[in-house]
């Protein structure tokens, strides 16, 4: 069975760059058809799309904060990767990787990791 | 950004039956695309509870059941039950913004 956990700083000072890892283990982050996500919530809200890279290197972004942030996959650590430059208080949340099962008009998250809370704070 | 409206709250005593509503558009529910359900228990990760509109993964209790039509799409939780206390969120993928689009999320107390 597929699990994701992420890692990664708890506090990032305002103005520099979040950086978090979501390990896969129980299967290859290679085998079958699926895209691997960021998902945030900050506090108290609801959930945010961040977005998605398939393991060819292929990325989709949330429009919203595309300019900020970049996702990676390092295949042979079993790991993808997030990214998010030049942050400020709103955003602290925390952050979830999830598996995408994708295909024509049906998109869903599963597994979804445990989430780290990331605090943007001098 | 939620671009799926659901009520804020719901509320039922033990055993009785309670919906959930997710209200979309024409670039997302209503152009086609799936509607997925997440249950959110307190302090922890979303979890799959629907997907497909009306499936649900192995291990989820058949008291969940989804359906959708139109623009819309509805949670049902039959014979509530104190476990049930979380909040449960929509998802669809919208067409115009090209983004995964969730639900304003919907909180379950049981009475």
């Known amino acids: 069975q597929v699990q994701l956990q992420e890692s990664g700083p708890g506090l990032v000072k305002p103005s520099q760059t979040l950086s978090l890892t979501c390990t896969v283990s129980g299967g290859s982050i290679s085998s079958g058809s699926y895209y691997w996500s960021w998902i945030r919530q900050p506090a108290g809200k609801g959930l945010e799309w961040i977005g998605r890279?398939?393991?060819?290197?292929?990325?989709n972004y949330n429009p919203s904060l595309k300019s900020r942030v970049t996702i990676s996959v390092d295949t042979s650590k079993n790991q993808f990767s997030l990214k998010l430059s030049s942050v400020t208080a709103a955003d602290t949340a925390v952050y979830y990787c999830a598996r995408v099962t994708t295909s024509g008009y049906y998109h869903w998250f599963d597994p979804w990791g445990q989430g780290t809370l990331v605090t943007v704070s001098s | 950004q939620s671009v799926l409206t659901q009520p804020p709250s719901v509320s039922g005593a033990p055993g009785q039956r309670v919906t959930i509503s997710c209200t979309g558009s024409s670039s997302n529910i209503g152009a086609g695309y799936d509607v997925h359900w997440y249950q959110q228990l307190p302090g922890t990760a979303p979890k799959l509870l629907i997907y497909?509109?009306?499936n649900r993964p192995s291990g989820v209790p058949d008291r969940f059941s989804g359906s959708k039509s139109g623009t819309s799409a509805s949670l049902a939780i039959t014979g509530l039950q104190a476990e049930d206390e979380a909040d449960y969120y929509c998802q669809s993928y919208d067409s115009s913004l090209s983004v995964y689009v969730f639900g304003t999320g919907t909180k379950v107390t049981v009475l």
């Open positions: 497909g509109n009306s």
């Open positions: 890279i398939y393991t060819s290197g292929s990325t």
